[in-house]
């Protein structure tokens, strides 16, 4: 019953305290780390003791797969080369770095304890970075070589940190340390390749979504403790199956599998990776107390602790500094060009620690010299970079003015994409054959329309204008509200079936999900540029350049025929200015089939988007 109540407390403490985070704009980690330090000293709160075994089996295998699941393997394959810089080369400089400084400032200590503290420090968390990162609206760029380290440079202090505890029982070698860390990778990478091949198997034969849903569940667990049992990594074996898993789930799961999947990995990270940050804070009381044991002076403890805290942080900023100049790459002029000093400072500063690195100390065993005190600087290394960098990034990153993603950029990528499928799904469409006495084609062409006009207008129209697809959302959801309150009122008539009431209430839920709701608009500073046509080369976008001809500023189309347009759109041709195809006459279109002219051009304040008729592609 204790143990109850405490899961209980701790779940209600992390909902309250991130629903006041985002209340009061802070990143909820932060606060969840300063409310467990106040809470460590409480009278009445229970000791929690995070062990080894609990983080390492069983948070953070949950919290890797679901970060690998979401990640996209395409961004982390054309970002491999910075994310092995950080995930590898980063974590031995750290190790080797900070080994040197705690040895040289804590007497006692010596090689394998304080490189197994540098090991344990090394590694920023896999959460705090990229939550904090995508909160801010860092470029995605960053997030995703943030993500890419995150997942993979556990592994690598883990391993570190294993040789150096293995060196403070016996004398290692050269050669031993590297047929180690040899059989790590690779046997963690043959057992996630492996297991995703066994999963993948069984998921194209499984069409269950809570089957597949448990299957997913077990996955990370099961990759965890298969390599381990081989002494080979854990943390890769759960990356790379998770890594090929989600890449491939559009082919192996069905579409209710994914969805189910996606939200319960969502809720099962959002849980974890908040109770983390709480539990990190709940240790602060009893590693304070170990210390004041010590025979290690005061002033020498925080000496130490706070010099560690700014090596890890000096040392991430050189590294990505140095690094820097290995990610030179030919631009398309043949210019080499490198990441901007702006991009590299804020992954320099983007190295906050997490529960990983506290689990990871209580690794170091007990007959070390002055444990109490390299658990302190793990503690120290962990709250610190959390609060400082935490609390700073978001304001570094205002102060260098790096671009945010453009939703703009999102709605025009967002609308072009689901065109193309549109016209791939219309192609498999006049290949089929099939007798339509009732009109069931002429709705699956409305229903594509409607998806695809509620993308275009996410571009933005008339400031304060209720676009059509808002309208059709906000009428229709009126609608399903007074009808679920009519099923639930016979349902509490106890005159239909239990089970039928259900499937009714099931089926306007699933109707409800499908309807399409406008994205809030951001404000932009910039107007959307010309980009390259997507996905292939277009002859007529490569010939046009968006120049605005017209002022008009009215459909002449529709106020000849009595109609109303949503968006105008600009021939690049002739200049006619006519309506969007979410307008009810769609001009654009039709004087597009009357005079073959290719490319339009949005007539909208502040864009300048082209759009190809023929090809559907975007510039």
């Not at 953070?60 to 982390?76: C, E, G, K, M, R």
């Not at 302190?376 to 700073?392: D, E, I, P």
Request: glycine fraction near 8%; hydrophobic fraction near 50%.
């Amino acid at each position: 019953m204790e143990i109850a109540l405490l899961l209980i407390a701790l779940a209600l403490t992390v909902l309250v305290v991130t629903a006041l985070a985002d209340r009061i704009d802070v990143p909820a980690p932060l606060v969840l780390i300063v409310v467990g330090v106040g809470g460590s000293y409480v009278p009445g709160v229970p000791e929690i003791t995070l062990s080894p075994e609990v983080v390492l089996l069983g948070l953070l295998p949950p919290l890797l797969y679901a970060a690998a699941i979401q990640t996209s393997l395409v961004d982390f394959n054309a970002n491999r080369r910075s994310i092995l810089l950080l995930s590898v080369g980063l974590i031995v400089f750290t190790t080797v770095g900070v080994g040197v400084l705690v040895h040289s400032l804590l007497p006692g200590v010596g090689w394998p304890g304080a490189l197994a503290i540098g090991a344990v420090v090394a590694p920023p968390d896999a959460v705090a970075a990229t939550a904090i990162g995508r909160r801010i609206g860092l470029p995605r760029r960053i997030v995703t070589i943030l993500e890419g380290e995150s997942l993979l440079n556990d592994a690598t202090a883990l391993v570190s940190l294993r040789t150096a505890v293995a060196a403070g029982g016996a004398g290692i070698t050269a050669v031993g340390v590297g047929l180690d860390f040899a059989l790590a990778a690779g046997g963690g990478v043959a057992v996630g390749v492996v297991l995703y091949l066994v999963i993948g198997w069984v998921r194209r034969r499984v069409e269950d979504p809570l089957t597949d849903t448990a299957i997913s569940l077990v996955t990370p667990f099961a990759a965890y403790v298969l390599a381990e049992e081989i002494h080979a990594s854990g943390v890769l074996a759960v990356v790379v199956a998770g890594l090929l898993l989600g890449h491939r789930s559009p082919v192996l799961q069905t579409a209710s599998s994914r969805i189910a999947e996606r939200m319960n990995w969502r809720t099962i990270a959002f849980v974890l990776e908040n109770v983390v940050f709480l539990l990190i804070g709940l240790q602060a009381a009893r590693l304070v107390a170990d210390v004041g044991g010590s025979e290690v002076g005061l002033g020498r403890v925080v000496l130490v602790c706070g010099t560690t805290l700014v090596a890890v942080v000096l040392l991430r900023v050189v590294w990505v500094f140095g690094a820097r100049y290995v990610l030179v790459q030919p631009g398309p002029d043949g210019v080499r060009v490198k990441p901007s000093w702006q991009n590299t400072l804020l992954v320099g500063w983007a190295g906050m620690r997490g529960v990983v690195t506290l689990a990871a100390a209580f690794v170091i065993p007990a007959d070390f010299e002055h444990r109490e005190v390299l658990l302190m600087v793990a503690f120290t290394v962990v709250a610190g970079t959390l609060l400082l960098q935490g609390l700073t990034l978001p304001w570094l990153a205002r102060r260098l003015r790096v671009a945010s993603p453009d939703p703009m950029d999102d709605a025009l990528a967002r609308a072009t994409l689901l065109q193309q499928a549109s016209k791939a799904g219309y192609a498999a469409l006049e290949e089929m054959d099939y007798d339509d006495a009732h009109g069931v084609i002429d709705r699956i062409r409305q229903r594509i329309d409607q998806r695809n006009f509620a993308a275009w207008e996410r571009l933005g129209t008339t400031p304060g204008q209720e676009t059509p697809s808002e309208l059709y959302a906000r009428v229709r959801l009126a609608m399903i509200g007074a009808e679920r309150e009519r099923v639930l009122e016979i349902r509490s008539s106890g005159r239909v079936d239990s089970v039928v009431v259900a499937e009714v209430l099931a089926m306007l839920d699933v109707e409800e999900s499908l309807i399409d709701r406008a994205m809030p608009q951001h404000e932009q500073d910039e107007p959307v540029g010309l980009r390259p046509a997507t996905r292939e080369e277009c002859a007529h976008l490569a010939a046009t350049t968006a120049v605005r001809t017209s002022d008009a500023g009215v459909c002449v189309d529709c106020l000849e025929v009595g109609t109303t347009w949503v968006a105008l759109r600009e021939c690049l041709a002739c200049g006619h200015l006519a309506c969007c195809d979410s307008s009810p006459a769609q001009h654009a279109t039709a004087h597009f089939h009357d005079t073959a002219h290719p490319v339009m051009q949005s007539a909208e304040p502040g864009e300048h988007w082209r759009w190809c008729f023929v090809h559907h592609l975007t510039s």
